[in-house]
């Protein structure tokens, strides 16, 4: 890991003391500034310029955003990354960061892993993590099944991690022992013991969560160096590898299965729903274009048919009746004539 320097923008002093932690941790020498006229006027003075620029947006006077600007648009300084650090993380905020020449967002708070993502993605970047992880050979012993396989002496691991952890954690206690005493002369005098004692905590509360975060990230990079060897040679003597696969192939079959039964129920509603509406149309067009000209006909005939056989009945009682009648005519003239005979 290289030495690199940092200037820090902020006009929050507790804000601007938590990104000085976090970025000693990469062993980074840091410059605070309250203000962005004071950042940059510290930029035209010194001859040695920042690595790397970490800007607040909302501060008093010139913002970080127009401060970034300023910085891009100088010749000498306009190499340099900016990190815009803001609250507000929205899609608008990065855009106007980007648009300024900002590098990227940083939330905050911030945290380890979040600075450790930035520093090790700027290109060319002097930031690298230190890769040199402890050697594994001192704690393995090799063991004569198969000829190749290995044990850990979990013994000698913790020792090295011991080994590993303690010299940093002895220097972060003296840091944290100096910078302690060089806060206490600023506490006002003539406080309440209850407003000093909570002052002291609050001091030291953070120094110590800055180191115990230092320390888990060590803790756990050893912890996944040491594991994964050990992980790898289970994995390959237990079959678990085969294992898993045939699990997630069973797995998979019965969510395959069940996902087919909810698309296979799906379709048919879908069908259901579109085809029901089609149905009665088209039934409502095969019965006005086929069955209804055929009621039409049969209609049509069967009227015709009773027309006719109406007439052929009202002919016939026209006959009877023209029958009736001249019968009636005859029998009145025989009356008649018999009448008249019967007078002479």
């Known amino acids: 890991m290289q030495h690199f320097l940092a200037l820090v923008v902020d006009d929050s002093r507790v804000a601007r003391m938590t990104l000085n932690k976090l970025l000693q941790a990469h062993r980074a020498e840091i410059v605070e500034k309250s203000s962005a006229e004071e950042a940059i006027d510290w930029l035209a003075s010194t001859s040695t310029l920042p690595d790397i620029i970490f800007m607040d947006v909302m501060m008093a006077g010139m913002d970080g955003l127009t401060a970034s600007k300023q910085i891009k648009a100088h010749d000498s300084w306009k190499d340099i990354p900016i990190i815009v650090c803001t609250g507000n993380e929205t899609e608008a905020d990065y855009n106007q960061a980007l648009e300024v020449g900002a590098q990227t967002v940083l939330s905050k708070p911030p945290n380890a892993d979040a600075i450790s993502a930035i520093l090790t993605a700027l290109p060319s970047s002097p930031f690298d993590l230190d890769e040199s992880a402890i050697s594994l050979q001192p704690f393995i012993q090799d063991r004569a099944i198969g000829g190749?396989?290995?044990?850990?002496?979990?013994?000698?691991?913790?020792?090295?991690?011991?080994?590993?952890?303690?010299?940093?954690?002895?220097?972060?206690?003296?840091?944290?022992a100096q910078e302690f005493k060089q806060e206490l002369p600023k506490?006002?005098?003539?406080?309440?013991?209850?407003?000093?004692?909570?002052?002291?905590?609050?001091?030291?509360?953070?120094?110590?969560?800055?180191?115990?975060?230092?320390?888990?990230?060590?803790?756990?990079?050893?912890?996944?160096?040491?594991?994964?060897?050990?992980?790898?040679?289970?994995?390959?003597?237990?079959?678990?590898?085969?294992?898993?696969?045939?699990?997630?192939?069973?797995?998979?079959?019965?969510?395959?299965?069940?996902?087919q039964d909810r698309v296979r129920d799906s379709v048919l509603r879908q069908l259901q729903h579109d085809l029901n509406p089609l149905v009665a149309r088209n039934l409502e067009k095969q019965v006005n274009d086929r069955v209804l000209p055929l009621i039409r006909n049969h209609v049509g005939t069967m009227e015709h048919d009773f027309d006719n056989r109406l007439q052929e009945k009202l002919d016939a009682m026209k006959a009877s009746l023209f029958i009736q009648r001249n019968i009636a005519m005859l029998a009145t003239a025989v009356s008649i004539v018999a009448l008249i005979v019967a007078v002479l």
């Open 148 to 176: 190749d396989a290995t044990e850990f002496d979990i013994e000698a691991i913790i020792t090295s991690l011991k080994q590993r952890l303690m010299p940093e954690l002895e220097e972060r206690l003296q840091t944290i």
């Open 187 to 259: 506490i006002e005098t003539g406080q309440s013991p209850e407003t000093i004692a909570s002052q002291v905590h609050d001091i030291t509360q953070q120094q110590f969560a800055d180191l115990k975060q230092s320390l888990s990230l060590q803790l756990n990079e050893l912890v996944m160096i040491t594991a994964e060897p050990v992980l790898k040679r289970t994995l390959k003597e237990m079959d678990l590898t085969g294992l898993l696969n045939e699990s997630l192939e069973k797995q998979s079959t019965k969510w395959l299965e069940i996902q």
